[in-house]
């Protein structure tokens, strides 16, 4: 049993294999646009995948840090916590 491929699928396949073969054996005038599109394709999905989680992960650890500060005084006051 053969499954089909969704038209959205077939067109990044077909999209990413023309941007490979610009950057592998495209024409002489071609092959620089090839590299500089592949180039930038990785370069943008390290950025999508790696460092904005790792922004996430450091301006939550702030966001914490920053709660907590504020938090203290409520935590040194148990009528405070309570009252709430």
Same mark, same amino acid.
């Given at each position: 049993? %053969?499954? !089909? +491929?969704?038209?959205?699928? =077939?067109?990044?396949?077909?999209? @990413?294999?023309?941007?490979? $073969?610009?950057? @592998?054996?495209?024409?002489? *005038? ?5 590299? !500089? ?6 370069? %943008? =999905?390290?950025?999508?995948?790696y460092l904005t #989680? +790792?922004?996430?992960? $450091?301006?939550?650890?702030? =966001? @914490?840090?920053? *709660?907590?500060?504020?938090? %203290? *005084?409520?935590?040194?006051? #148990?009528?405070?916590?309570?009252s709430e």
């Amino acid at each position: 049993m %053969s499954e !089909a +491929v969704d038209p959205p699928t =077939q067109a990044e396949i077909a999209k @990413r294999a023309h941007e490979i $073969y610009l950057a @592998r054996a495209g024409g002489e *005038a071609r092959r620089p646009l090839g590299l !500089a599109v592949v180039g930038g394709l990785l370069v %943008s =999905q390290l950025i999508t995948l790696y460092l904005t #989680p +790792v922004v996430y992960i $450091y301006l939550d650890a702030f =966001q @914490r840090k920053l *709660a907590g500060v504020r938090l %203290s *005084a409520k935590t040194r006051n #148990p009528e405070l916590i309570a009252s709430e």
